[in-house]
């Protein structure tokens, strides 16, 4: 009997779910506007800053998650299916798990080399290329630091990058776009002339970080990055290596010791526990399904922190 | 046959080095005339040769001057220093120590178990080492092939457990559309579509090994089509050859299908599920199970459905994760089954399932337990008695397992199962494990 239960029930499961997935399929979604898969909260506020309320503007991942390692999880597979413009950081960053989305989603406007595909790090210079790769070197990535989103001066150049492919896929709205745009890029002018004040009075503030994460900020403010709690990119702190950063603290006046929201704090705990150095989590990103704005705050707050660390010690 | 053209060969072969050098000797005078020849060529070749690498000189020092002058740095263009035009090429090594409490490996009560669903050695042995090579072919299509090294009584053998060509999205197939075709661990189930080495525990849970011989990877034709909705859907179907189990020989090289569908999405920010309903009909020509001792002729449908539940307490399943997983499986078959004494009629169904926690307490800790069991059928009047006689036990097996994972590349286990099969009573086995990978290694999917 149990057996005869069973087997009508899965059968019938089997013929709802079929049905539910064809009548789904049927009435095809139309929405006018432009779905941009963004991997990260920064890409998908940029995008919502210069397309305004003709994008949608998704992130696949929120401000606690590392960007390194996501899992290629159904939802994500449905949105780059419908995507218009995948927007990432790119240099391998999400080489774990996009390349499975792409394939898996099966969308052919966004694949690499077309329109609908950008990477910013493929459009602003990109810091510490590594010259030799080796698994024994830790998860570095062969295409330089990507986490190029925290020099203000490269999200000017990724959203003029971001402006044209728009108006490129939908160039029903060019004026639209245009118009966002140079809005955008006049404010954010402004702003970089007023952080740039701000910022030389923290050149060569030296401090110690997790993760280079963080590498283009302090290669825009000059500041002073003396070590990584990491051994190697990706490979947690030790012992034996935070005893060595202990030593390397003493004899230089580090002001801060920064993580960003996803890193673990047990190794900065320990550090400056032992030195009394002030540690700080940066923002790093903004939230998840930040509007427009968010990444003005992003920068300033990020300043303010690194701000009150160099007068705090 | 073969002898008689080889003096004939000889003669022409004498004949034309004769006829070549005779040739040469005649036209020894003209030789110095075109050495003369030759000569002035050179001579003028080198002068133009000269002259062109004073150009490309000047065009490059100027090219120099001019890229110095622009914003971006030498690093703003994409630089291929890895192998990324060649195949990647992964490899997996795989080994084993086991002990079980009970030497010989009893028959898994009511069900005929094909080899790959037995269970594995005792002792010390390696498993499948698994060799990869993938590519994208060009533009349009993907190519992968596994091959695994196994060990089968006693010798080295070659297994190819996969080999398929795969569209790409720029194929040309409608968006959200790919053709799968080749050998492949086709679209059933979970665990199916993955390679053993990715699986939570050392073994395949009891109905995988029963109802698939561990995997399915017929050759075949798969069309897979993602629907355009803001949820997770997608649907399929595949045609087979009929060779794998469940099939048996195939007579008419078309002797399987199969039909799927799935959905999935997000709870919140940090939890995922999926579920999925398969259906897969073999026509099982002398299915050959028990090293032979049974085979079946007949029809076989069979019906899964699978749910996978992930979270992740802070959104990184690096750091922390609970995945809850399990498949609940269904076979009806109706055909005869001979046991050596004469062809038995069978029509009946028999039902499978397992179900699987698994957590990370660290990046590197992992902990889980299994449960499976097996439904078998009534057994019928003629097979009483026989290998296949379930005397009404039901096959089951607990497992719990930890594990280590040193990086993404390495990983040691151990695990336990209480395994109860047939009424003989309980083997006991504890089973260590590595699992390394060298090389390319793909992403997993979710």
């Known amino acids: ?313 | 046959m073969n002898t008689p053209p080889r003096l004939p060969i000889v003669a022409i072969v004498l004949a034309a080095s004769l006829t070549f050098s005779t040739t040469v000797m005649s036209q020894d005078k003209d030789t110095a005339a075109i050495l003369q020849e030759i000569k002035s060529l050179k001579e003028s070749y080198e002068r133009r040769t000269a002259e062109l690498e004073q150009k490309i000189k000047a065009l490059e020092s100027r090219k120099n001057a001019e890229s110095a002058g622009s914003a971006a740095p030498a690093s703003y263009k994409r630089n291929v220093k890895d192998n990324s035009f060649n195949p990647s090429i992964g490899l997996v090594l795989n080994g084993k120590a086991s002990a079980f409490t009970r030497k010989t490996a009893g028959d898994m009560a009511g069900f005929a178990i094909g080899e790959e669903g037995e269970r594995g050695n005792e002792g010390l042995s390696i498993d499948e080492t698994e060799l990869n090579f993938s590519t994208n072919i060009d533009d349009k299509f993907y190519g992968s092939m596994t091959a695994a090294i196994v060990r089968e009584e006693g010798e080295d053998k070659i297994e190819l457990e996969e080999a398929y060509v795969q569209t790409l999205p720029s194929a040309g197939l409608a968006d959200g559309a790919r053709l799968k075709f080749g050998r492949a661990f086709w679209t059933f189930g979970y665990l199916n579509e993955q390679h053993a080495h990715a699986d939570d525990f050392a073994d395949r849970p009891l109905p995988y090994r029963a109802y698939l011989n561990k995997a399915f990877n017929d050759d075949g034709i798969e069309l897979s089509y993602v629907l355009p909705t803001d949820q997770y859907f997608e649907v399929g179907g595949g045609a087979f050859r009929g060779d794998d189990f469940p099939s048996g020989n195939s007579v008419t090289g078309l002797g399987g299908a199969s039909i799927f569908a799935r959905t999935g999405g997000d709870l919140g920010n940090n939890e995922s599920w999926r579920i999925g309903a398969y259906a897969l009909y073999s026509d099982a020509n002398a299915r050959a199970t028990e090293e032979g001792a049974v085979t079946f002729n007949g029809n076989s449908y069979l019906y899964a459905a699978d749910i996978r539940y992930t979270y992740a307490p802070t959104g990184n399943a690096k750091s922390q994760e609970l995945i809850l997983q399990a498949e609940l499986f269904q076979r009806d078959e109706n055909g005869t089954y001979n046991v050596g004494g004469g062809p038995v009629a069978l029509d009946d169904t028999s039902v499978g399932y397992y179900a699987q926690a698994i957590y990370k307490f660290t990046p590197a800790v992992r902990a889980g337990i299994r449960f499976s069991q097996l439904d078998p059928v009534d057994t019928p009047a003629g097979l009483v008695g026989t290998d296949l006689d379930s005397n009404s036990h039901h096959p089951r097996s607990l497992s719990l397992m930890a594990d280590w994972t040193n990086s993404e590349y390495g990983r040691i286990r151990a695990q336990i199962n209480q395994e109860d099969l047939n009424n003989a009573g309980a083997d006991k086995q504890l089973i260590l494990q590595y699992i390394m990978s060298l090389g390319a290694h793909g992403a997993h999917p979710f």
């Open chain 1, 1 to 313: 009997m149990v057996r005869i239960r069973s087997r009508s029930i899965m059968k019938r499961a089997s013929i709802i779910l079929l049905l539910l997935a064809w009548g789904v399929a049927l009435p095809s979604p139309a929405s006018a506007d432009l779905n941009v898969f963004a991997c990260e909260p920064e890409w998908a506020t940029l995008a919502r800053e210069v397309g305004g309320e003709k994008v949608n503007a998704y992130s696949a991942t929120h401000a606690q998650q590392d960007p390194h390692h996501i899992r290629a999880k159904p939802s994500l597979i449905a949105r780059i299916r419908r995507a218009d413009l995948v927007f990432c950081s790119g240099a391998d960053l999400e080489v774990g798990w996009l390349p499975l989305l792409m394939q898996r989603g099966a969308r052919a406007g966004v694949q690499p080399g077309t329109t609908g595909y950008i990477m910013a790090a493929e459009h602003v210079p990109v810091l510490e290329k590594p010259t030799v790769i080796d698994r024994s070197l830790g998860d570095i990535h062969p295409g330089g630091n990507p986490h190029v989103h925290l020099n203000p001066e490269n999200i000017m150049i990724i959203a003029s990058v971001l402006g044209k492919r728009m108006i490129a896929i939908d160039p029903e709205n060019a004026a639209y776009y245009r118009k966002r745009l140079a809005a955008f890029n006049a404010s954010w002018r402004r702003a970089i002339e007023d952080w740039d004040n701000r910022v030389t009075k923290l050149a060569g503030m030296p401090v110690i970080v997790h993760h280079k994460s963080f590498s283009y900020l302090f290669d825009w403010m000059g500041l002073n990055q003396i070590a990584t709690l990491e051994v190697k990119p990706g490979i947690p702190p030790t012992a034996s290596h935070l005893n060595g950063l202990l030593r390397k603290v003493r004899s230089s006046n580090v002001r801060a010791i920064v993580r960003a929201p996803y890193d673990p704090s047990d190794g900065s705990n320990w550090l400056s526990s032992k030195t009394g150095i002030r540690q700080i989590e940066l923002p790093y990103t903004v939230k998840r399904n930040a509007g427009p704005g968010a990444l003005f705050n992003l920068f300033e707050r990020t300043i303010e922190l690194l701000e009150g660390a160099n007068a705090g010690s």
